[in-house]
């Protein structure tokens, strides 16, 4: 009972601002609700009919199944990192401090700071023609093909320190009896890696991934901050371009459809993980 207690106030928070607008959104995906005005109806599918119209949302679409790619990426260089942290050297401390702050850091500060450095006066166009790479600066949030990978880099740099840190915590639970022996019996580094560290980090790649990839697919702060959508709409997400519809064309009732489906989509992803899981485990 007293356990109970203790979770309340969480459990009360959780239930007004995340359990009841998920519940509240799914009806609202089928009525014409806009919250300007006019008599709220019940429109049964249609608003899933515009959305197999709309080329904003198959481009949104497309950009956030996109952003998926960021999910091996990641967890490739975390997993990287992990393995060097794990080594004992001077600084070692101080440089995982450095790599974890980004994620203590709230995403819209470090967004608003890249987005700076990433301007055409920006930090990064001042190297490139200091070094003589570039003759004239590039238009890094301006220009359609280059935009989103921006985001993309962002993303993975915020995102990094927080995976690395649950590899390494992995392999510093791994039983030593193993790496001795795998040791006196003449395996070298690569060897050991790939034998034994990586299968025994199966479980938290699995895990990481699926985390990482409904991050991924639920990307809308970093589009908020460093494009807002643009350039010509070549960085619309789902989340934002639902966002959009909401709060910019107050059509909430198309806005619930679109995170109807995004929802799906991240149980698709989680599905496909859990079985290439499962798989990997028979």
Known sequence: MISYLFMAPALIILGIFV?????????LAFTNYSAVGGTTKFIGLYNFERLVRDPDFWLALKNSCLFVVVV?????????????????????????VLIYMPVVTS?????????????DDGLINALLMNWNIIDKPISFLFESKIALIVLMGVTIWQGIGYY????????????????????????????????????LLKNQIGFCSLISTIAAVGVFDVVFTMTNGGPNKSTYVINYYSYKMAFTN?????????????AVIIGIFSCIQFAIKNRGGE
């Open 19 to 27: 359990f009841y607008p998920i519940v509240f959104s799914i009806p």
């Open 107 to 119: 995403m819209v500060a470090v967004s608003i700071i890249w987005k700076f450095i990433f301007e």
């Open 250 to 262: 107050y059509d909430f009732g198309y806005s619930a459809a679109i995170g109807l489906v995004s």
């Open 72 to 96: 091996p990426i990641l967890q490739l260089l975390s997993i990287l990192l992990a393995l060097l942290m794990n080594q004992k050297f001077h600084g070692n401390a101080a440089l995982r």
């Open 164 to 199: 690395m840190m649950m590899y390494l915590s992995a392999l510093q639970s791994f039983p030593t009896e193993i790496l001795d022996a795998s040791k006196i019996d003449g395996a070298n580094a690569w060897q050991t890696f790939w034998k034994i560290r990586l299968p």
